[in-house]
């Protein structure tokens, strides 16, 4: 039986309140999940500018405070806000956060550190809430369990919280000066946090102290938890990853199911479902239109939507685009990033009229309807912690060609010709060539075999990515912490 029990989620950023990567995503919808595992949840973040006027003006006041951060004292404000069934608390100092973007600054590190204090020290002043859990993610909150364990030591409140640390993004760890260590965050002479802390001689590193200090870590899949335990994806901490194993596991993230719903999703030219796919048909149509593509149903339509990075495969798309597009394939690209790779799909886009588009914006709408539209979606990530595209395409029946690493591996069930089974295609290795001919075979499938193409998108649309199973799963978790087990998971 589930226990009554208290969660504060401490992250930088959340839908719809803010939003620069996928931590946002998990951090507007993750909660909602674990509330109705019968959980009193509740997210902790930071009041930045960012934040939409019509938000910040519902927000109340909750309590002021003055907050020792190393030598300094700071003003420290909590607002409050109700919105979708989940209480949502906001750290407030306009120097630390009211700037036109929420990274990006020199002293990053020091406005990092003081948010990683404040969620620490708004336990003794959040009204009729008594933690059980702090849940901390990525290392915006790494420092929270140093800092719980450090200075809150003895008091009972405190010594009753148990901490679990999630990574999305081993890439991002807040690697600084040691000179931080006694200025900002006051571990000078507290021997165990400096030494947890550093990374050699001159620098610390704030997920190093989170990976030492939480109770349990968790990441966004379990192949990516597997991953992080080799130097190749480990960033310089797989070995933390190995001597912490029996305390680590991975967690597949999910995607908000109201939301990407072709069957009642408002942004797409015509709703379908499983019951009656046609309207898909005229999604794919109108978006042909839309982007200027050639209008024929016959032709396969490949998108790529999200960060237009080196992580993302962009690499391999650049060796063989072309030749793809040969190939009798047409392709859009919906995203921002990387100049070098903007400027190259611009340059295919005026070679290859009709047969290829290059959308370099953010635009959520036109990302819904590509989802809708297309027939594949091409993700040929270099490392992918969990993806989110993946289980949005498949939720609007586009198959997914994906490489086989972490969320991507765990999520994409590989076509077999022989049985008809699986939900997309994939490749091993990190080769442009073995890309493009997995792509090709899918483009094969679309163009010979309809029946088979029509039994993977029932298959893919019929996959469970709702966050039931991750809340589960937190909840053994979360309950195994409140007992005092440190079991393997």
Known sequence: MTEKLNVLYAAFEAVPFIKTGGLGDVAGTLPGALKKAGYDVRVILPKLQSIPQTYRDEMARVIEFQMPLGWRNSFCGIDKLEQGGITYYFIENEYYFMRENPYGYYDDGERIAFFSKAVTESLLHLPDFKCDILHCNDWHTALSPVFLREFYKGIPLYDEVKTVFTVHNIKFQGQYSDFMLGDVLGFSGIPAAEDQLRIGDGAINYMKGA????????????????????????????????????????????????????????????????????????????????????????????????????????????????????????????????????????????????????????????????YAGADMLLMPSLFEPCGLAQMIAMAYGTLPVVRETGGLRDSVILYNKETGEGNGFSFRNYNAHEMMFTLLNGADVFKNNKADWNKLIIQAMRADFSWGKAAEQYRCIYENLHRGFKEEL
């Open 211 to 370: 990976l030492l200090y939480s109770d349990v870590l968790t990441t966004v899949s379990p192949s990516y938890a597997e991953e992080l335990k080799d130097p190749f994806y480990g960033e310089g901490l797989d070995g933390l990853f190995r001597h912490r194993g029996t305390v680590f596991s991975g967690i597949m993230n999910g995607i908000d199911t109201e939301v990407y719903n072709p069957k009642t999703d408002e942004m797409i030219e015509a709703n379908f479902s499983l019951e009656d796919l046609s309207g898909k048909a005229q999604c794919k149509a109108a978006l042909q239109k839309e982007l200027g593509l050639e209008e024929d149903a016959e032709l396969p339509l490949v998108v790529m939507i999200g960060r237009l990075t080196e992580q993302k495969g962009l690499e391999l798309v650049k060796r063989v685009l072309p030749e793809i597009l040969s190939a009798g394939v047409q392709m859009a690209v919906l995203g921002t990033g990387d100049r070098p790779y903007e400027e190259m799909l611009r340059h295919v886009e005026l070679e290859h009229p009709g047969r290829f588009s290059a959308q370099i914006c953010f635009d959520e709408e036109l990302s819904h309807r590509m």
